[in-house]
């Protein structure tokens, strides 16, 4: 009689090993494929053309000097520049703004620019944006939201608001075409003209 009841017990202790390790068996299962599809969608495959819209190159605190044979043409810097070559056409792009420094050679600047956004195509077309100022060396200002400067041609344009402020007076108007220096100047269609009052 003893043999049998621990013949029996020995049945039973491996029946609830079985069960055991049956059970951890499934909930080990279980835990894996529940790891498994959390991890799944982790990685997401980014397409093709968003990695094509991302910049070749950014620059922070950019400043750089231009010169020609030896003489400083022009100064820019910008807090930040992103160069996108694999665009068509390839252009760099200033979205915290710009500043543009020209001297052409000259010891003292003829001519300031400022915008708060600008983007220049590889053939030298400069697009600005918000808050845009010209300042020329006879400290006359052109003041718009959007001007466009054709570096090579040295042709600045614009079919938005301008405002320009000269010493004797203040003009206005809708469209506007000029040299980068403002000395031969138009505006499509004047709006206002402003003296100033005479000073006794």
């Not at 020329?136 to 718009?144: A, P, Y």
């Amino acid at each position: 009689m003893p043999a049998l009841k621990s013949e029996f017990s020995t049945v039973i202790i491996k029946e609830s090993i079985f069960r055991f390790k049956g059970y951890s068996a499934a909930v080990v299962l279980i835990l894996l494929t529940i790891t498994l599809l959390s991890c799944e969608n982790k990685i997401p495959t980014i397409p093709k053309s968003d990695l094509l819209s991302l910049p070749s190159l950014t620059a922070r605190d950019f400043y750089t000097v231009v010169t020609d044979s030896g003489r400083k043409q022009l100064v820019l810097s910008a807090p930040i520049v992103e160069q996108y070559d694999k665009a068509d056409p390839q252009y760099s792009e200033f979205k915290s703004g710009i500043k543009v420094v020209v001297y052409q050679g000259k010891v003292d600047p003829v001519l300031w620019v400022t915008a708060k956004y600008a983007k220049c195509t590889a053939n030298n077309l400069w697009e600005l944006r918000d808050s845009v100022v010209v300042i020329n060396e006879n400290n006359e200002k052109l003041e718009t939201e959007l001007l466009f400067w054709n570096q090579e041609k040295d042709r600045i344009y614009t079919n938005s608001f301008v405002k320009i402020t000269g010493q004797d007076e203040v003009t206005q108007g809708i469209g506007f075409e000029s040299d980068s220096h403002l000395t031969k100047r138009r505006i499509f269609k004047v709006t206002a003209i402003i003296y100033p009052p005479d000073e006794k």
